[in-house]
């Protein structure tokens, strides 16, 4: 980590009396899981100052008993008091995203914004919009990363309980629990650390991933049953849910997440994608293993990006067009998939 942005970053969080943090739309657990880790640490390095996390939009009810989750401010349901935060913020750390456009809602404020902007990331090809970047996409997760600053600027020690297990949040869903991204030795000592701060790692895992709701299992065995689609030829499987599937089973925020590594755990699947109606889009994640590459695909075709494995975009077309027009740029891609087959 370079020694001058972290000196750089340290006195601009001492410095300053008004801080933001804020993270990506739709925010995941290591949206959260840095965002709040991070804000536990700024509380002690800079105690007079007054931080917010600002999120765009409604996070995972599954991530909601994490530590400070209830300080979380969120623009969808608070904009004008979020807005005057923005305005008035000497220091911005933006968080698990590589561009301001990923914001969201939040962006024209942020663009206007004249506080000082730290990007802490791990996805590839940041933009320019950042006055210090910290951008590794070796990192496992940005929740690693700020692992990695705090103990640049103040040793392990200055970890507590409370950002141990932010951290690990980030870390563990951001690896799928540590079954990708996650090949480098730096990523389990920075664990081993975590787990040094008296965090209980089995306890947390169950929080996240066993606090199902009935209907959100139930949705799940729709789109294995109901809506999933493989062809074979392509190494490609993927699952379709209209805005009537999802309020039969009484959507909620994050019930969809997971769904689509369900059809990439198929024997034989390279790429898996998950398509989901909204309001004005339709929502595209998808998934792919070894050098399959779809942060590519996902900017060519569906105005997003992402990581190489993990990636996400938007079709403003219906539901049967989107799936019509990506079937048929598969056979572009059909020489590049069938490499990643094992
Ligand atoms: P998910 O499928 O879980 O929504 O997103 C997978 C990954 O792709 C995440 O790392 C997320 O940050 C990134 N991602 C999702 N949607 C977009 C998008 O529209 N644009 C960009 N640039 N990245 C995205
Ligand atoms: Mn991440």
Not at 192 to 217: F, G, P
Request: charged share 20%; proline share 3%.
């Amino acid at each position: 980590m370079n020694h001058q942005n972290i000196a750089n970053i340290r006195d601009r969080i001492q410095q300053s009396s008004s801080i933001v943090i804020v993270t990506h739309t739709n925010p995941d657990g290591d949206a959260i899981g840095s965002s709040l880790g991070f804000y536990h640490y700024l509380l002690s390095l800079n105690p007079a100052a007054s931080v917010k996390v600002i999120v765009p939009n409604e996070f995972p009810s599954f991530l909601k008993w994490m530590p400070a989750a209830e300080d979380i401010m969120v623009y969808q349901l608070n904009e004008n008091e979020i807005i005057k935060y923005i305005e008035k913020a000497e220091l911005c750390l933006c968080l698990d995203f590589n561009s301001l456009k990923r914001t969201d809602k939040l962006f024209p404020y942020l663009e206007a914004s004249k506080a000082f902007k730290i990007l802490i990331d791990h996805h590839p090809q940041p933009e320019n919009d950042f006055d210090v970047m910290i951008s590794s996409i070796e990192s496992s997760s940005t929740s690693e990363l700020i692992y990695d600053v705090i103990s640049s600027i103040s040793g392990a020690g200055a970890l507590n309980q409370d950002i141990a297990s932010c951290l690990y949040v980030g870390i563990m869903t951001d690896t799928g629990s540590f079954s990708y991204s996650c090949r480098r030795p730096e990523t389990y000592l920075a664990v081993a650390e975590l787990i040094r701060h008296n965090i209980d790692s089995e306890l947390i895992h169950r929080k996240i991933y066993d606090t199902y709701s009935e209907n959100r299992m139930r949705l799940l065995g729709f789109c294995l049953s109901e809506r999933l689609t493989v062809l074979k030829d392509f190494h490609t499987a993927y699952i379709y849910l209209t805005k009537d599937d999802l309020n039969h089973f009484y959507h909620q925020n994050g019930d969809t997440e997971g769904v689509v590594n369900y059809a990439l755990s198929i024997e034989g699947i390279v790429l898996a994608v998950l398509f989901t109606e909204k309001e004005d889009r339709i929502r595209i994640s998808m998934r792919s293993k070894g050098e399959f590459n779809v942060n590519e695909m996902a900017r060519k075709h569906f105005n997003g990006g992402g990581h190489k494995n993990a990636s996400g975009g938007d079709s403003f077309a219906s539901m049967s067009e989107t799936l019509i027009f990506f079937e048929s740029i598969l056979p572009e891609y059909q020489d590049d998939i069938t490499k990643s087959v094992n």
